[in-house]
């Protein structure tokens, strides 16, 4: 069983920065990927960025260039710098991993809500 816990959101104005972590904690699992997904109001849940064990990145085109997402292997613990937030950034963030063993099983967090003023 993974547990997950996020911590780090919070308001702020528009062109500040916010980071976010998510430490995972349990035992018996191997994590493949872990990351983050963001669900504003009324809208669909979407990719933020994502980091697999191997340490590659991927970010949604709406992000690239402001936030930069790091993994504290040892620690099992990944982060989400947010610079330069926009309004439309307001949603809630929430961290995810993979640790299927035979195909994907995603386990994720409660999420933590992010609002950016105009």
């Known amino acids: 069983q993974v547990q997950l816990a996020e911590s780090g959101g919070g308001l702020v104005q528009a062109g500040e920065s916010l980071t976010l972590s998510c430490a995972a904690s349990?035992?018996?699992?191997?994590?493949?990927?872990m990351g983050w997904h963001r669900q504003a109001p009324g809208k669909q849940r979407e990719l933020v960025a994502v980091?697999?064990?191997?340490?590659?990145?991927t970010y949604a085109d709406s992000v690239k260039g402001r936030f930069t997402m790091s993994r504290d292997n040892g620690k099992d613990t990944v982060y989400l710098q947010m610079k330069s937030l926009k309004p439309e950034g307001t949603a809630v963030y929430y961290c995810?991993?993979?640790?299927?063993?035979?195909?994907?099983?995603?386990?994720w967090g409660q999420g933590t809500q992010v609002t950016v003023s105009s």
């Open positions: 995810y991993v993979d640790v299927g063993v035979d195909g994907p099983y995603y386990c």
């Open positions: 349990g035992s018996g699992f191997s994590i493949k990927f």
């Open positions: 980091i697999t064990s191997g340490g590659t990145i």
